[in-house]
């Protein structure tokens, strides 16, 4: 069976079952539709990259979603388009389930096709757990990796670290360390800033991917101006060692059904 059909079975699992899901949770049952653009500076007289995207989600809980995006990509005077789908499901109490995957039919730089699963397991007072597995095909090279990460909930704040291993085609594993924090205000606003460090797979040049250290810090957060109303923003820099030092900034509107 093809990725693409698991997806849509996923998808129809959910769609069947999402009436029951929200009549246990039934103040998450909304739509949300976001618009976004960012912009990043690059160093060494590199020219700037820039990227638009939109996307929608259907909530039916807190726990289960499903949604959809697109993107276009502007990087050194080539575009990029790719389209992504996520699913979320709760199992049981604790355990909640989720899969993503994303294709693009140019792929100049981003991946071909990829796809993700990650698993959450929810622990008493506040703590948490999660490993997420995925696969990137290139047109020349495949990535794989994984994570595991730990988190704790303090009130409206959570702390948390997570190690992403990844592997560029029979190269040898390499590893990222990231530790975020994050506040959440209100019902639907948050702040979260987050630091990183180590070795990543980054699709630094048209020629695909490449092993680079990196060292990246950011933050990123929502704020809500109206009932059904938000903006969202992002602004991170990142060194990647050997090519350039990279600049973000990104803004976006989301609106909420309800």
Not at 39 to 65: F, I, P, V
Not at 144 to 161: V, W
Request: charged share 20%.
């Amino acid at each position: 069976m093809s990725r693409t059909l698991r997806t849509l079975l996923l998808a129809a699992l959910f769609l069947c079952s999402a009436e029951s899901l929200a009549a246990q949770d039934p103040w998450r049952h909304v739509m949300t539709v976001e618009l976004r653009a960012g912009r990043d500076a690059l160093s060494n007289g590199a020219a700037a990259w820039q990227d638009q995207g939109a996307s929608l989600r259907y909530s039916a809980s807190t726990r289960a979603g499903l949604g959809v995006g697109a993107e276009q990509l502007q990087r050194f005077g080539r575009e990029d388009r790719r389209a992504t789908a996520e699913l979320f499901i709760p199992l049981g109490r604790r355990v909640t389930v989720g899969v993503e995957g994303e294709a693009s039919d140019t792929h100049v730089m981003v991946p071909r096709q990829g796809g993700a699963a990650q698993l959450n397991l929810a622990l008493p007072a506040g703590w948490g757990l999660t490993a997420r597995g995925a696969l990137r095909r290139y047109d020349d090279n495949d990535v794989r990796g994984g994570s595991a990460g730990i988190e704790k909930y303090l009130g409206n704040a959570m702390l948390s670290y997570s190690a992403t291993a990844m592997q560029l085609a029979r190269l040898d594993p390499v590893v990222t360390h990231s530790a975020r924090y994050a506040y959440f205000f209100g019902d639907r606003g948050s702040f979260t800033v987050q630091g990183s460090v180590g070795t990543e797979v980054e699709a630094l040049m048209a020629t695909g991917p490449l092993v680079v250290p990196v060292r990246g810090v950011g933050a990123w957060g929502v704020i809500p101006v109206a009932p059904h109303l938000a903006l969202t923003w992002a602004s991170d820099v990142s060194r990647h060692a050997g090519f350039f030092t990279r600049k973000r900034a990104q803004v976006g509107v989301r609106v909420v059904s309800r």
